[in-house]
């Protein structure tokens, strides 16, 4: 079948998550990404460390072999003039470039629009950075971390007296997400226009579009809202829960829902109660509702406890640990993960899969995240590159 991207190539000189992980998911629908590495390998080939060794040397990592999969990789030098002609007679006949690199970085790598365009005005660029251009931040570096704590998601999140960041890295991958859904769009554009353009992601605009419902509500009323660990604000029950083995999550929004986690409680009489009238009340006076559910639980395994609240048609889960995630039935039957073999590591890992499905052209993972400059050779001579010119290039440090 053919793959909705085939016959598009990508160059990207992305770094951590925001900009390779964009490159993935257009790999994943059948773009030729050629990742493009420094020759001592790019700081995010050693994130989450797997391979076997000792701590005192780099070892390849978990978050490479999620953001290279379906990639091919080589290693250049772009700060050399070399490595300059070498990029630019790749740009010739690339369709995106992937830079998360900040404005004077892709200026003297010969990577910022202007250059670009000029070699190839078809050619999109997809680039990601903490805060965006124009402001008075632009210059600053950030990772997701910052992001979450100045779109207040982290001061929403634990207690007041201790503001807690996700485990997650949630900014960086919405961000990816949300550049390769710009880089699409630019594609698309580019067939009407003929042009390419800037497609520019934000980690920073990325956490206030998600906070975006929590600053509307601030702006609106003022109401000046402080963490209140996992119990929700605006509806309940809406919390976590402790069982006799375990946690759950129970999340009730709507009146037909609240109507019958009251039933199952045995508190019919509170749908009458005016504390409890809409979700707004039920949120203002989640304590308490909290504190029911959590007397209910108290009594119930985690299995006896998420049997009844299926019965009765409310949303519930178990809170996981990493390894019941692995081992759950659903996510096992589902496949959302593949198991891919990479070399060096005693067996294959699982790899999550593009999160969305289409049905007549979906995103598969083909092959394993490159060893750093695997396939240097190959693209070197593909663009017309003799034996000893690569020979000569590896000598003097360009790949």
Known sequence: MTKV???????????????PYCGALLADLGADVIRIEKRDGSEDRWMTPIMPGAKTTEREGAMFM??????????????????????????????????????????????????????????????????????????????????QTMSGMAYMTG???????AAAPWVDFST?????????????????????QVVEGALLATAITVMNAQLIEQ???????????????TAAPSDLFRCRDGWIICLVNGNPLYKRW?????????????????????????????????????????????AELEKARVP????????????????????????????????????????????????TIEHRAPVLGEHTDAIMAELGYSAGEIAAFRESGVI
């Not at 979700?279 to 006896?304: F, K, Q």
């Open 219 to 233: 702006s609106a009323l003022g109401i000046n809202r402080v963490a209140t660990l996992n119990r929700g604000q």
């Open 262 to 306: 009251a039933r199952l409680m045995g508190e019919p009489h509170w749908l009458e109660d005016p504390r409890f009238a809409t979700d707004e009340l039920r949120g203002d006076h989640g304590e308490l509702i909290s504190e029911r559910m959590s007397a209910w639980t108290a009594t119930r395994t985690v299995a006896e406890t998420l």
């Open 159 to 165: 207690t007041p007296d201790q503001p807690m960041r």
């Open 316 to 363: 519930a889960s178990p809170v996981y640990s990493l390894q019941q995630t692995l081992d759950d039935v659903h996510v096992q039957a589902m496949g959302f993960m593949q198991p891919l073999a990479y070399p060096g590591l005693a067996r294959p890992v699982p790899v999550a899969r593009m999160p969305v499905k289409l049905s007549e052209t979906p995103g």
């Open 66 to 147: 999620q953001m290279n999969r379906n990639k091919r990789g080589m290693t250049l030098d772009p700060m050399k003039p070399e490595g300059r002609a070498i990029a630019r007679r790749m740009i010739e006949k690339a369709d995106v470039v992937i830079a998360n690199l900040p404005p004077e970085t892709l200026a003297a790598m010969g990577l910022d629009y202007p250059t670009l365009s000029a070699i190839n005005p078809r050619i999109v660029l997809a680039t990601v950075s903490a805060f965006g251009h124009g402001g008075p931040y632009s210059n600053r570096v950030g990772f997701d971390g910052v992001a």
């Open 5 to 19: 991207l085939d016959g598009i190539r990508v160059l990207d000189f992305g770094r951590y998550i925001a900009g």
């Open 176 to 196: 990816a997400i949300s550049s390769a859904f710009g880089t699409l769009a630019a594609l698309m554009a580019r067939q009407q226009t003929g042009r390419g």
